[in-house]
């Protein structure tokens, strides 16, 4: 094997597929990253078993050919070198790096060891503007489960239903969902993708572009450029929650999002410690933040805003609150309340066109 590539394309590729090369010390191939020489470009892959990411780089192949070496290695060594080209060679089992006035040699295992990445064929194909996947998973993500005790929500929901992808993930305490149209109308379906492999891939999507998306029956791709990552899909059924959103509200909160955001962490500094509870109360003439804590002390904040509807008072995580006030996107929110026993849900106000419906569900502490 022998190919020719610029410092620059090949340190991208590395950059896309390295994050993926496992830890696994009982399988040490998968700290490898495997190269591809042949006529189409040079190919590179990494796998974790759970995700696999390959790309393609724009070079020069003289000699076909195929091996592996740690993927972590390579990119420090290739970010170090100068711009220009960068010649790779298989020698006796070792990988030659030339660059400028620079040789190194680099220890690997036979491409044969290499896990087979799939590719997902059959199953239902569908295209989304990246910007509008990279905005919805980012509205998603962070509210799923941070542990496996309970496997179907450790992953965010994909439901396709005619002209809609419906994205949702639920820690139990809270609930993000975002709706994506589409431009053609789809069968059906229901996938759980890990979060660990949409985090994956939200370092790779761009900010303008198309993302080519393979729903299978055990497997997801997204196809972004010359980059496709390929999951496995979480087993299991994932909750209905929509028998836990209330059809109505009695009280409207509409709130600066920023101003409500740095009132937040304002009480939270007293909050009891593993509890994160804030007392919210709201009324026509003023709302206000509160929280004590018996070995800290006590705070009190006015929060600017309006009020539609009847007053009250509620107790919530502050965490939950700021994680959905961070990825609402607009300048105002709305948060619908019921009564101290039920849901809030965060609403962005005046979104923009181009921003897919989003709401976000946080249950109360009860007392």
Same mark, same amino acid.
Request: charged share 20%; glycine share 6%; aromatic share 4%.
């Given at each position: #094997?022998?190919? %020719?590539? &610029? ?19 009982? $399988? ?7 190269? +591809? ?5 040079? &190919? ?17 192949? *003289?000699?076909?050919? &195929? ?7 390579? #990119? *420090? ?27 190194? &040699? ?5 491409? =044969? ?7 997902? !064929? ?15 998973? /980012?509205? /998603? ?11 179907? %929500? ?11 992808? /419906?994205?949702?993930?639920? *820690? !139990?305490?809270?609930?993000? =969902?975002?709706?994506?149209? $589409? +431009?053609?109308?789809? =069968? ?19 900010? !303008? ?41 009695? !009280?409207?909160?509409?709130? *600066? ?5 740095? +009132?937040?962490?304002?009480?939270? $500094? ?13 009324? @026509? ?21 309006? $009020? ?31 009564? =101290? ?13 181009? @921003? ?12």
């Amino acid at each position: #094997m022998k190919c %020719i590539c &610029t410092q620059e394309n090949l340190l991208k590729g590395l950059s896309q597929v390295s994050h993926v090369a496992g830890r696994s010390t009982t $399988l040490p191939i998968l700290k490898n990253l495997l190269i +591809t020489a042949a006529s189409d470009g040079i &190919t590179l892959s990494a796998t974790n078993l759970e995700i696999g990411v390959t790309t393609t780089v724009r070079g020069k192949v *003289d000699q076909p050919g &195929t091996f592996t070496v740690q993927a972590r290695v390579l #990119m *420090d060594y290739v970010s170090l070198l100068p711009a220009g080209n960068v010649t790779l060679e298989l020698d006796n089992n070792e990988l030659h790096v030339t660059c400028a006035g620079s040789k190194t &040699t680099l220890k690997g295992l036979s491409a =044969e060891d290499f896990p087979v990445i799939p590719r997902v !064929s059959d199953g239902i194909r569908m295209s989304l503007p990246a910007a509008l996947l990279k905005t919805a998973l /980012t509205q /998603t993500v962070f509210a799923v489960a941070a542990d496996d005790a309970r496997p179907e %929500i450790s992953g965010v929901l994909f439901h396709l239903n005619g002209h809609e992808l /419906t994205l949702a993930a639920t *820690d !139990s305490y809270r609930l993000a =969902e975002v709706r994506l149209p $589409l +431009t053609t109308s789809k =069968e059906e379906q229901r996938a759980i993708v890990p979060s660990r492999s949409l985090s994956e891939l939200l370092r790779l999507l761009p900010e !303008s572009g198309d993302v080519a998306m393979v729903m299978g029956e055990n497997q997801v791709s997204f196809q972004v450029e010359s980059t496709e990552l390929v999951t496995r899909l979480i087993e299991g059924q994932f909750p209905d929650y929509t028998q836990i959103i209330p059809t109505s509200f009695t !009280s409207t909160l509409t709130l *600066d999002a920023s101003q409500f955001t740095k +009132t937040l962490r304002q009480v939270s $500094l007293f909050c009891r410690s593993g509890i994160n509870d804030v007392t919210l109360q709201y009324d @026509q003439d003023m709302s206000k933040l509160t929280a004590a804590n018996a070995q800290v002390g006590a705070s009190d904040v006015e929060l600017p805003g309006s $009020l539609s509807g009847n007053g009250g008072s509620i107790v919530f995580n502050w965490r939950f609150l700021l994680d959905g006030l961070a990825v609402a996107g607009t300048e105002e929110v709305a948060l619908q309340l019921n009564d =101290e026993k039920g849901p809030g849900l965060i609403v962005p106000v005046n979104p923009s066109k181009v @921003q897919p419906p989003f709401r976000y569900l946080v249950m109360p502490i009860r007392q």
